[in-house]
């Protein structure tokens, strides 16, 4: 064959050679070099019991990925500081603690979701770690499922825990979210234990031709081609302009970027602080949600704590920074657990004080809270119990 | 599984094409790898789907051997209007039950739909179109147009060809019968599949896709809607579907290049039509001529009067409508077009002999074209009846922010639109010649192309709910 006969038909060559790049990448690459949170690997979407634990049991991860779940909406390259090794560790139940806590026994359980979870968080750095590592009250993670979940699982009827700690952002606690919420029932859920990932992968993943579109997004999660093609798109897009001017080219309506601050908001009208969007109706609802979850809780033995995190736009965004604190909903919120007796952290006034300071709790790119906020709620949590056991609430 | 996933460019295809390359030579086991990969591709829509199109893509088979043998001709009529009974049975079934079934739940105050067999039907992905093409068929052979194959695997390659099976064009057997049997696959056809297929991805991905952006964000500010952002949605509109279902025929004709077969071009320029007759000797060109042919023909064309003539022009594009789907904004769309065709009917059979110039012409059938999209475009009544409104009230506006965004975005896609809309057309995709330079331009498109796609947002045809 000539060199222009090659040429005219050098499209169909090309097109194997991708196919064939791809489908390397797709078995033999690490997941590291073709996502970008190590959460995208380790999720149990698609598990048939995914429904009960969160994440791919009995599996670890450990790569150099980045944070920012804002940066797909605003088209930014991400901060060199926020690419990072991370390790994830899922335990042999599912959920994100190290093998073989539970059988260890646990004096904690955490509720919450991706905050809890820590989706941009390296092990260490989860608030239950903190607490079982450094202040020595082994903790468990159970981000990302409800209290009800946890009240039928059969490993916490048969040993209960002293604490059971619901941490969330403030508009998950105030506003009844899901994770607080629980009714006495008598219902059992034997969650099981995976002696190892490979077994749990071939009773549960569900790659099937009959789930077409699973199959395919899921292929479609790890195409090297799409990560890298990306890539080249957001590194062009950065090069010819800077964050300010790509945030007004584009004006994604999920996220607001603060150009002073140089950080991004999720819909800022979620992160609503004011006392005005849950008024004095959701404020009786969510004091009453709490109180009846500590009933419940207290015939097991179990204390609650709750900590709720002023949200990102509490702290940083122009809009809600210089409401007065009357007209907050959070600090009204922390007076009111206090009145009501519901054991707390408080958070709300040394976050705020601080972060006038500029000390910065929450990722830029990202939704969640960092680190800094992590090792501060377990040094208060660690408190708490420590005094909570001083007045003697054992069981 | 669509031309434009992931699975299909970066896994489905290649593989069929290192498997169908490394067999084609001898074709029966070329037409098995076909069949095969087409099971798969339908499948990939779930696979409850595939008996649907298995059992009456058999059953036509024997149809068609059982109608060219039979010598007596009520016989073979009978013979002929069942199985057309049972190909339009199954098509009324799947996609027109529910529509029939909650229109007349409301015309006799009878909820008829609680009954289990009207619950839960679910059209099978492309069944209009393969529903047509195979009554093709058998109609072509009662006709004594085509003899029937007494090959199997030919008639199941044929029936089930991937490229064409959800979404047309509606091939018929007589245009690709011989390359069923012997089909080469030489330099020069590779070069034009890579052609089309280039060409369908930029026009998909590129303009309708990003059209589609525009079109979101000015449909979601519609409530406030004034003359300008209405014009410009019904513009968007037109020129979206028109790229999209070009995008979509092209990548068509391009795969089927690529397998040695050449399918026939479904567009010329339709918006450069001077008038709705024109328009549709232009646009989607394998459904009109199917309409024409086996709808228009047989009811009496125009062979038996003035007055039946329009009846039958008016009739076939009322059901060309509702082919389209199961909602009464395809009928009255049909019904619109059908009104307009026997208008200038009307006109031509007056002897009417004032000659429009062509720019005047062109105008008027692209407007009338635009407004029709409108009602082909929102099943809802009272969204029609807010854009019809505004058009009609010449208040102007300026734009919300996100609009403007989506149109600085779009702007190249609208110029590159209304450019080929209107001065180029799809002959000359045909033309471009097998050049190193037109190759190179072609496979650097096609690597940014398929990146591309793989970065953005899907959109799916439209033609697909077809």
């Known amino acids: ?395 | 599984m669509i031309f434009t996933d992931y699975f299909f460019l970066v896994l489905f295809f290649p593989v069929f094409l290192i498997t169908y390359l490394l067999v084609y030579k001898t074709i029966p086991l070329a037409n098995i790898i076909i069949v095969l990969f087409s099971l798969l591709f339908y499948a990939s829509f779930g696979l409850e789907n595939l008996p649907i199109l298995l059992v009456p893509l058999v059953l036509d088979f024997f149809v068609g051997l059982i109608i060219f043998k039979i010598k007596r001709k009520s016989i073979k009529k009978y013979v002929l209007i069942t199985a057309i009974f049972f190909n339009l049975g199954l098509l009324a079934y799947y996609k027109y039950t529910g529509f029939f079934i909650n229109n007349l739940s409301l015309f006799l105050f009878w909820d008829i739909s609680q009954y289990k067999i009207f619950q839960n039907v679910v059209a099978p992905i492309g069944i209009s179109f393969i529903t047509f093409q195979r009554i093709s068929y058998i109609v072509d052979i009662y006709r004594t147009k085509i003899e029937p194959t007494r090959n199997f695997l030919n008639y199941f390659t044929y029936a089930s060809l991937f490229p064409h099976l959800i979404s047309g064009p509606i091939v018929r057997f007589s245009q690709i019968k011989d390359q069923l049997s012997q089909r080469t696959l030489n330099t020069n056809k590779i070069f034009d599949g890579s052609k089309y297929f280039v060409f369908g991805m930029l026009f998909k991905v590129l303009i309708a896709n990003q059209l589609f952006i525009l079109e979101e964000a000015l449909i979601k500010d519609m409530m406030n809607s004034n003359f300008i952002q209405s014009f410009l949605l019904m513009l968007i509109f037109s020129f979206r579907i028109y790229f999209d279902f070009l995008g979509y025929s092209f990548i068509a004709v391009g795969l089927a290049k690529y397998m040695g077969f050449d399918f026939p071009i479904n567009f010329n320029a339709p918006y450069q039509a001077t008038s709705i007759t024109d328009f549709w000797r232009r646009w989607n060109i394998t459904l009109s001529t199917w309409l024409r042919d086996y709808l228009y023909v047989p009811l009496g064309g125009n062979r038996k009067g003035k007055i039946r003539t329009y009846i039958n022009l008016f009739f076939t594009m009322l059901l060309g409508g509702l082919w389209h789907g199961a909602s009464w904004n395809f009928i009255i769309w049909g019904f619109m077009h059908g009104t307009f065709l026997v208008m200038e009917r009307f006109f031509i059979d007056t002897k009417f002999k004032y000659v429009f110039p062509a720019i005047l012409s062109r105008i008027y059938s692209f407007i009338i074209i635009n407004l029709l999209w409108i009602i082909f475009r929102f099943p809802n009544n009272q969204d029609i009846q807010i854009l019809f409104s505004s058009l009609l009230n010449f208040k102007v506006e300026s734009f919300n922010s996100e609009i403007i965004n989506a149109l600085c975005f779009s702007a190249p896609a609208i110029g590159v639109a209304i450019i080929w809309s209107f001065f180029l057309n799809e002959n000359m995709i045909k033309d471009l010649k097998p050049r190193v330079p037109v190759a190179v331009g072609l496979l650097i498109a096609f690597l940014f192309i398929i990146a591309y796609s793989l970065i953005r947002k899907d959109v799916p045809f439209i033609y697909f709910q077809f």
Do not use: C
């Not at chain 1, 604190?325 to 958070?347: C, Q, S, W, Y």
């Open chain 1, 1 to 395: 064959m000539n060199l222009k006969k090659f040429i005219l038909i050098s499209i169909i060559p090309l097109w194997i050679f991708i196919a064939l790049i791809e489908i390397a990448a797709l078995l033999f690459l690490p997941a590291q070099y073709t996502v970008r949170r190590a959460w995208e690997v380790v999720t149990n979407y698609d598990g048939k019991d995914g429904y009960r634990i969160p994440f791919k049991p009995n599996y670890s991860f450990v790569g150099v990925v980045r944070g920012g779940d804002l940066l797909n909406w605003t088209r930014f390259k991400y901060h060199p500081e926020d690419l990072n090794k991370h390790v994830f560790t899922v335990d042999e139940y599912g959920f994100r603690n190290s093998i073989g806590l539970f059988k260890k026994g646990v004096e904690a359980v955490m509720m919450g979701n991706s905050y809890v979870g820590g989706s941009q968080e390296t092990q260490d750095n989860l608030i239950t770690e903190i607490l079982t590592t450094k202040y020595n009250i082994p903790s468990y993670n159970y981000a990302l499922k409800p209290l009800q979940f946890f009240w039928e699982d059969t490993r916490f009827i048969r040993s209960p825990p002293k604490y059971v700690i619901v941490v969330g952002v403030e508009s998950e606690i105030i506003g009844s979210n899901w994770i607080e919420t629980v009714v006495e029932s008598s219902a059992k859920y034997d969650v099981k234990e995976w002696s190892t990932y490979e077994e749990w992968r071939r009773a549960n993943e569900v790659i099937a031709w009959s789930n077409f579109v699973l199959l395919s997004n899921k292929l479609k999660s790890r195409s090297a081609m799409r990560f890298y093609s990306n890539k080249v798109y957001i590194d062009i897009l950065n090069t010819l302009f800077n964050r300010k001017t790509l945030a007004e080219m584009y004006k994604p309506p999920q996220v607001k970027y603060d150009s002073d601050l140089d950080m991004s908001f999720f819909t800022i009208e979620n992160d609503n602080p004011k006392f005005e969007v849950y008024g004095v109706k959701g404020f009786i609802s969510g004091i009453t949600t709490l109180k009846n979850t500590q009933e419940v809780l207290a015939k097991r033995g179990i204390t609650l704590i709750v900590v709720a995190v002023p949200s990102k736009g509490n702290l940083y965004s122009k809009e809600y920074k210089n409401i007065k604190r009357e007209d907050k909903a959070l600090p009204r919120f922390e007076t009111e657990m206090e009145k009501n007796g519901i054991e707390h952290v408080k958070l709300y006034d040394s976050m705020y004080a601080n972060s006038l300071k500029g000390k910065i709790y929450f990722f830029k790119d990202d939704t969640h809270w960092n680190s800094e906020t992590n090792i501060l709620i377990a040094q208060l949590l660690a408190s708490k119990i420590k005094l909570l056991e001083k007045q003697g609430n054992l069981r």
